[in-house]
């Protein structure tokens, strides 16, 4: 009987205690962030890697075999158009050419003579004095010395033509950024012309090459605004646009690119050949729209924690949706979006400019249920039932 009694002033203690804690239930409290729909401007940007260039870069090697005999320029040498910048031996030029006029003039006496003798022979062909075959063999021959004269002419010429290659003029306005030769050395065209310079037209106005992944090469048209930046100049950024999209793919490690070419003003001459530019491709700008942070558009009040027992919630079924709080009462507005740019979010149709949405919402005590007055609280009206702070168990 003794432990029935027990039991059953145990299960009242129970009830006293959950009957106790819901009429003295905590009021609940939440604390709102808003986010204001503004006009700003939004991009959609991709990112490459590139290399600056000159816009006009000239290699300038010689025709002719030989050796350097006079450099007039150096590294960063400033220079005009049809400026001489080296030379070559002419000696061996000069030989070349006059045993070629040599031939010329002994071309030229055959050819001569041979021209006389035709006439004649066609004379006394016409007055039937000699034999047809008499005839044809003084024209043969006069066609050979013809054809042999007209051989000898050429290749003066180009016994010439090679001798004023020996003088290597600028072809270009500009600067000399690479010399690959000094004075003395003997340079070879047996198969390919060798490069000596390499002259820049103006490095006022470079360009950068940049190497776009064939997933973004999509979006990179003509035109586009471009920032970049380089190791050389951590701190600043530069600007220039697409200039053109070049539809030949590169594949390196499996990976594909294309080269996009990117103006790059350089008035001050701080971005030199060279150099790699960390670029940024705007592929898409919209200016004066109205915005909101994405954050806005993913809050959700019915989510766990966030509704109170007094709170109402009109909600609704579109794919997209801001939040309002008035009181009580949360509000769902249906809007459009449009593009997305980093934490903000385009919204197309269903607010105005200024209007605030709830952001988010953190949930805790309402003001005034301190430490303080739960302290006073629970010393004031705690339950006979329950064990007390520095006295022993329940109820005897």
């Given at each position: 009987m003794k432990k029935i009694i027990i039991f059953g002033l145990l299960l009242l203690a129970a009830a006293f205690c959950a009957w106790w804690f819901l009429i003295h239930e905590r009021p609940f409290n939440a604390t709102y962030a808003f986010a204001t729909v503004e006009r700003t401007t939004l991009s959609q940007s991709i990112t490459a890697t590139g290399t600056l260039e000159a816009v006009t870069k000239v290699d300038v090697g010689t025709q002719v075999s030989g050796i350097v005999s006079h450099l007039y320029v150096d590294y960063n040498s400033t220079v005009k158009k049809g400026q001489v910048i080296a030379e070559l031996d002419r000696t061996n030029?000069?030989?070349?050419?006059?045993?070629?006029?040599?031939?010329?003039?002994?071309?030229?006496?055959?050819?001569?003579?041979?021209?006389?003798?035709?006439?004649?022979?066609?004379?006394?062909?016409?007055?039937?004095?000699?034999?047809?075959?008499?005839?044809?063999?003084?024209?043969?021959?006069?066609?050979?010395?013809?054809?042999?004269?007209?051989?000898?002419?050429?290749?003066?010429?180009?016994?010439?033509?090679?001798?004023?290659?020996?003088?290597?003029?600028?072809?270009?306005?500009?600067?000399?950024?690479?010399?690959?030769?000094?004075?003395?050395?003997?340079?070879?065209?047996?198969?390919?012309?060798p490069t000596l310079f390499v002259i820049a037209q103006d490095l006022r106005d470079m360009q950068v090459i940049a190497n776009v992944d064939e997933a973004d090469i999509g979006g990179v048209k003509e035109g586009q605004r471009v920032s970049f930046s380089v190791d050389a100049y951590p701190e600043e950024t530069f600007n220039g646009k697409v200039r053109q999209v070049r539809q030949e793919a590169t594949t390196t490690s499996n990976v594909v690119t294309y080269e996009v070419v990117i103006?790059?003003?350089?008035?001050?001459?701080?971005?030199?050949?060279?150099?790699?530019?960390?670029?940024?491709?705007?592929?898409?700008?919209?200016?004066?729209?109205?915005?909101?942070?994405?954050?806005?558009?993913?809050?959700?009040?019915?989510?766990?924690?966030?509704?109170g027992k007094n709170d109402t919630v009109f909600d609704c079924t579109a794919k997209h949706k801001l939040w309002q709080r008035d009181g009580h009462v949360f509000r769902a507005r249906a809007v459009e979006v449009g593009m997305i740019s980093g934490t903000k979010t385009e919204i197309t149709d269903g607010v105005k400019e200024g209007e605030q949405f709830v952001l988010q919402m953190t949930t805790g005590e309402m003001p005034g249920a301190n430490n303080a007055n739960k302290h006073d609280n629970e010393k004031k009206e705690t339950s006979p039932f329950m064990p007390q702070r520095g006295k022993r168990g329940g109820p005897r």
């Amino acid at each position: 009987m003794k432990k029935i009694i027990i039991f059953g002033l145990l299960l009242l203690a129970a009830a006293f205690c959950a009957w106790w804690f819901l009429i003295h239930e905590r009021p609940f409290n939440a604390t709102y962030a808003f986010a204001t729909v503004e006009r700003t401007t939004l991009s959609q940007s991709i990112t490459a890697t590139g290399t600056l260039e000159a816009v006009t870069k000239v290699d300038v090697g010689t025709q002719v075999s030989g050796i350097v005999s006079h450099l007039y320029v150096d590294y960063n040498s400033t220079v005009k158009k049809g400026q001489v910048i080296a030379e070559l031996d002419r000696t061996n030029l000069l030989s070349e050419l006059s045993s070629k006029k040599s031939a010329l003039a002994a071309s030229k006496s055959e050819y001569d003579y041979q021209s006389k003798n035709y006439e004649r022979q066609k004379k006394l062909h016409e007055k039937m004095m000699i034999s047809d075959a008499d005839f044809e063999n003084a024209e043969y021959t006069y066609m050979r010395a013809k054809s042999s004269y007209e051989v000898s002419k050429n290749d003066v010429a180009k016994a010439q033509t090679n001798l004023g290659y020996a003088t290597i003029t600028s072809p270009i306005d500009g600067i000399v950024i690479s010399k690959d030769v000094e004075e003395g050395q003997t340079v070879a065209s047996s198969f390919s012309t060798p490069t000596l310079f390499v002259i820049a037209q103006d490095l006022r106005d470079m360009q950068v090459i940049a190497n776009v992944d064939e997933a973004d090469i999509g979006g990179v048209k003509e035109g586009q605004r471009v920032s970049f930046s380089v190791d050389a100049y951590p701190e600043e950024t530069f600007n220039g646009k697409v200039r053109q999209v070049r539809q030949e793919a590169t594949t390196t490690s499996n990976v594909v690119t294309y080269e996009v070419v990117i103006t790059a003003p350089n008035p001050e001459l701080k971005l030199k050949p060279g150099l790699t530019a960390n670029v940024t491709i705007f592929t898409v700008e919209k200016d004066s729209v109205l915005a909101i942070s994405s954050k806005a558009l993913r809050f959700n009040p019915t989510s766990a924690g966030m509704v109170g027992k007094n709170d109402t919630v009109f909600d609704c079924t579109a794919k997209h949706k801001l939040w309002q709080r008035d009181g009580h009462v949360f509000r769902a507005r249906a809007v459009e979006v449009g593009m997305i740019s980093g934490t903000k979010t385009e919204i197309t149709d269903g607010v105005k400019e200024g209007e605030q949405f709830v952001l988010q919402m953190t949930t805790g005590e309402m003001p005034g249920a301190n430490n303080a007055n739960k302290h006073d609280n629970e010393k004031k009206e705690t339950s006979p039932f329950m064990p007390q702070r520095g006295k022993r168990g329940g109820p005897r």
